[in-house]
């Protein structure tokens, strides 16, 4: 499916605005897990963009989390972009739920098994925006058979699994190879960083190509997250 507005929350910016402005995405990994629905809430009213949904198997990384019912129960409470982050394989066996649940966007690792190419197509056939992870030492090389089926790159500044983790720099090189790459392109396919940004280290990440920046402990181990939600996107 291509780029198109359901990527914006309603009363948003337009497409074009879009791609030259930052989205933050709050991960609710770092959240307070007995007050899911409350934290969702608190990130939106903070003018969160998106809300980034990890969702782990103990198989794929070595972490749960949650999965489609979770989803599922906060979407009523919420206009954010859901974003869902599967680090789980087999893949296709959770897509129909996840789309179900009120995923916007579905984004599948590309070392999760043999078949990208079907789940992607699933993903885009079950009416969400596809999109595709990288791991940190995963070379840029293997999306290049992917670039027509996706809306999204997602490229991992941590090793998956765990939130609070420090940005692996030489990403940086990835994600300006990945700026170039995606300009040179027709299509419209948006590059997400996810894990590790902070405050810190916000301003290189935009400036090497970022469109969307994932932040977990940034916004949820703060006091104060629309002064971090801020800080991110300055
Ligand atoms: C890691 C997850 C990230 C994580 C980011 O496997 O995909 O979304 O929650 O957390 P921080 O921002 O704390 O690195
Ligand atoms: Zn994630």
């Avoid at 934290?39 to 070595?62: I, K, N, R, T, Y």
């Avoid at 941590?158 to 170039?180: C, E, H, M, N, Y």
Wanted: aromatic letters at 6%.
């Amino acid at each position: 499916m291509a780029f198109s507005p359901p990527f914006l929350k309603s009363g948003s910016a337009t497409p074009k605005t879009l791609l030259m402005s930052v989205q933050i995405a709050p991960s609710l990994l770092a959240a307070d897990f007995a007050r899911l629905g409350e934290e969702v809430q608190a990130v939106e009213a903070a003018s969160a963009d998106w809300l980034h949904l990890d969702v782990m198997d103990g198989h794929f990384v070595p972490n749960l989390t949650f999965g489609a019912d979770v989803v599922a129960a906060l979407r009523p409470l919420s206009r954010l972009v859901f974003d869902v982050h599967l680090m789980v394989s087999p893949v296709a066996l959770h897509l129909e739920a996840i789309a179900q649940a009120g995923a916007d966007s579905i984004t599948i690792h590309v070392e999760a098994g043999p078949s990208v190419r079907s789940d992607l197509a699933q993903i885009s056939a079950l009416g969400c925006h596809a999109g595709l992870a990288l791991n940190p030492e995963t070379p840029l090389d293997l999306a290049e058979p992917f670039w027509e089926q996706i809306d999204l790159l997602l490229l991992m500044g941590v090793t998956p699994g765990f939130g609070g983790q420090p940005f692996i720099t030489s990403v940086l090189d990835k994600l300006r190879a990945a700026r170039r790459r995606v300009a040179a392109m027709e299509r419209s396919i948006l590059i997400e960083i996810d894990g590790g940004v902070s405050r810190q280290n916000a301003a290189a990440i935009r400036a090497a190509g970022a469109d969307v920046l994932v932040a977990g402990s940034a916004i949820f181990s703060q006091p104060d997250y629309s002064a971090s939600i801020k800080a991110l996107r300055r």
